[in-house]
């Protein structure tokens, strides 16, 4: 909690192999959370952030080298551009006989690189230890049931029933989907009645191409069209 905002850090599993990954991953997190309601998606208000741990390892190896972190990137772009550049660099580095050291580093936008910011600690350095004020959380597994059965559709859902049921191709339901105010407005203008997959393509295609075009100009957001 900051200044009476809720706070939360999802950890995942070093799972990814490409930058691309990394944000097609972060994109899906996204929107999930912009279609449960616990958060509007905004990056450039901070509203959605990522600190990227970046290691390489050589052909061959099982174990990945000595991570780095890049703190606070806010946008995709920047996700996908600073991770190329730290294992890029860290590649560099080893090929040129040095080691990586683990840091916490800061992407600079202007420069397209990333910049020492401190050495990174190892866990025993930040002496981590309970605190009172914070008992231990224990869920009730019937309890968790219940949460998901009252989730709504989520987005790889709405995407596999447009593709299906509409006749969508995966370019436009991703357009669609990405954003939950997107899509509602397309469900509001497909209406009930009438819902063909000739009217859906062509009812998609001017939301996600004239539309869409239309809102990034005037730096206006779904959010705009009634």
Partial sequence: NRAGVPLIEIVSE???????????????????????????????????RCDANVSVRRVGDETLGTRCEIKNLNSFRGIRDAITYEAARQIRLIEGGGAVSQQTRLWDVDKGRTAAMRSKE???????????????????????????????????????????????DEALTIQLCDDLDAAERFERALGTANRTQKRA????????????????????SWADVD
């Fill in 14 to 48: 070093p799972d990814m192999r490409t930058p691309d990954e990394a944000v097609a991953y972060l994109r899906e997190l996204r929107a999930i959370l912009m279609y449960v309601g616990v958060n509007d998606g905004n990056l450039e208000e901070g509203s959605f």
């Fill in 122 to 168: 190892e866990a025993h350095d930040y002496r981590y230890f309970p605190d009172p004020d914070l008992p231990p959380l224990i869920i009730d597994p019937d309890e968790l049931k219940s949460w998901a059965a009252s989730l709504p559709e989520l987005p790889a859902a709405r995407r596999r029933r447009y593709r299906v049921e509409l006749g969508l």
């Fill in 201 to 220: 393509k062509g009812l998609a295609g001017f939301l996600t191409g004239r539309l869409a075009g239309a809102l990034n100009k005037s730096s206006r």
